[in-house]
């Protein structure tokens, strides 16, 4: 079964840290664009942080202003967002999604959210 699979969400107090992952299972991510996206209650889903598996290259949203990394494990067939000082509005469900067939960009990905496959989404919820 081909499929993402989201793990590491859960309850953080504000300037907390995450660090989420996503594994593939039943397909290479090798050649993919991979993104973590996010989606708040009432707001539409979002694109947070990109990368070309292949090459390494990387896209943040602005919002991101350096608190998160997105990075890769060839090995293990995942991506990580390491997430730093968190706050408030950054409560959301958290999704990553791969691209696999065709060729984009981290920074399109991010702005169109678009995936061949999605992961079922894990929470993440930042509050004192």
């Known amino acids: 079964q081909m499929q993402l699979v989201e793990s590491g969400g859960g309850l953080v107090r504000p300037g907390g840290s995450l660090r989420l992952s996503c594994a593939a299972s039943?397909?290479?991510?090798?050649?993919?664009?991979v993104g973590w996206f996010r989606q708040a209650p009432g707001k539409e889903r979002e694109g947070v942080a990109c990368?070309?598996?292949?090459?390494?290259?990387?896209f943040f949203e602005d919002f991101v202003m350096g608190r998160f990394t997105i990075s890769k494990d060839n090995a293990k067939n995942a991506v990580y967002l390491e997430m730093n000082r968190l706050q408030p509005d950054d409560t959301a469900v958290y999704y990553c999604?791969?691209?696999?067939?065709?060729?984009?960009?981290?920074?399109?990905?991010?702005?169109?959210?678009?995936?061949?496959?999605w992961g079922q989404g894990t929470q993440v919820t930042v509050s004192s």
């Open positions: 999604a791969a691209i696999t067939q065709r060729i984009t960009t981290p920074q399109a990905m991010c702005r169109s959210p678009y995936g061949d496959y």
């Open positions: 039943g397909f290479t991510l090798d050649s993919s664009t």
């Open positions: 990368i070309n598996y292949n090459d390494g290259r990387r």
